[in-house]
């Protein structure tokens, strides 16, 4: 993820976190919470000169890149501590 893309990940998560805090995402349509997030995308659209479409797509690449990393990051840590996962879980035994 460039920084720039990093940047628009960022500021976006951090609207979506105020006005979506209320929601529950299993019980709200998808529709609904991108609806709410409009307004900060269309902001970024103008600024980066963007259409809506593409700042959308730019939104939910970033996303599915933020979550590649996030298990990335989660495997690792598992492996650091105490040996690995499989000694993690052989040590509940």
Known sequence: M?????????RISAYAEEVLKDI??????V???LDALRPVMEE?????????EDVFILYMDLASEAGVEA???FQMDMEEGNGGFSSMANSLQ
């Open 71 to 73: 298990e990335a990051k």
């Open 2 to 10: 460039t920084d720039e893309n990093r940047k628009i990940w960022e």
């Open 31 to 33: 529709s609904v919470q």
């Open 44 to 52: 970024i659209a103008k600024e980066k000169n963007m259409s809506l």
């Open 24 to 29: 529950d995402p299993q019980k709200t349509q």
